[in-house]
């Protein structure tokens, strides 16, 4: 699984650090940072609540023609 | 309530992680076994030997979950206690050992001193792997991880 540009360039367009993102969708800093990593796949559900928060949709951001590493 | 304060990638890997712990408490307790029933070797008193096994397998979970950051949920006060007072139980245990340092084996056999200096082992291991993950994390931790993006431009500027 490559890298999640996609979600960092959203969070940073939101000017969210990593602890913000976390924060607002509740989970840990460290899930938000293997999500862009991309060491970790999250559930629908979490990438809904990250969507939302960052105005952005499923597509935007979790699409896998996406995903840039 | 226990399940709200771990995210999903958290207990995922502690279930994982639990389930590693019990397929290694279960080999322990089976190569004890073995050596008790079968080569008649018994290496502590017998309550003695369920705990340190049980302390062992204790240590390992512990040890994985701290290294894994899922040890405590999100912004835990426990991060940063416990490991400090994993150090402190293992010093106490170490101290109450110390006194009969010469005699920790006898007959091929861990005294209670022995079992004590064992488990302040155990402790030690669990205490200084925590105190070393929240030192490293803090300073791994990057600007761009904690602070917003805008932030960090302007100090680059």
Redesign the interface.
């Known amino acids: 699984m490559g890298k999640n540009l996609r979600l960092k360039a959203a ?2 367009a939101m ?6 993102l ?1 924060d607002r969708v ?6 938000i ?2 999500i862009e990593m991309g060491d ?1 796949n ?2 629908v ?2 990438c809904a609540a990250i969507c939302r928060t960052l105005g952005k949709t499923l597509d935007e951001i979790f699409w896998e023609d996406a995903q840039e590493g | 309530m226990y399940r709200e304060e771990y995210d999903e990638r958290q207990l995922k890997i502690r279930g994982d992680v639990y389930r590693r712990g019990w397929v290694f408490a279960v080999g322990l307790m089976l190569v004890n076994f073995y050596l008790n029933t079968f080569e008649g070797v018994v290496w502590a008193p017998p309550g003695s030997m369920f705990v340190l096994v049980s302390m062992a397998s204790i240590a390992y979970v512990s040890i994985e979950m701290m290294v894994r950051d899922v040890f405590v949920g999100r912004d835990s006060w426990r991060l940063y206690v416990i490991p400090f007072c994993q150090l402190f139980f293992a010093f106490w245990l170490f101290f109450l050992s110390w006194p009969d340092r010469d005699y920790l084996v006898s007959g091929g056999m861990l005294t209670r001193s022995g079992v004590s200096l064992v488990n302040a082992v155990f402790f030690f291991l669990v205490g200084i792997v925590g105190v070393g993950k929240f030192i490293v994390k803090r300073r791994l931790e990057t600007d761009e991880e904690t602070t917003p993006a805008k932030a960090v431009d302007s100090k680059k500027r």
């Open positions: 969070r940073a000017d969210l650090s990593q602890k913000q976390a509740n989970v840990s800093r460290q899930t940072n293997a970790y999250p559930t559900r979490l």
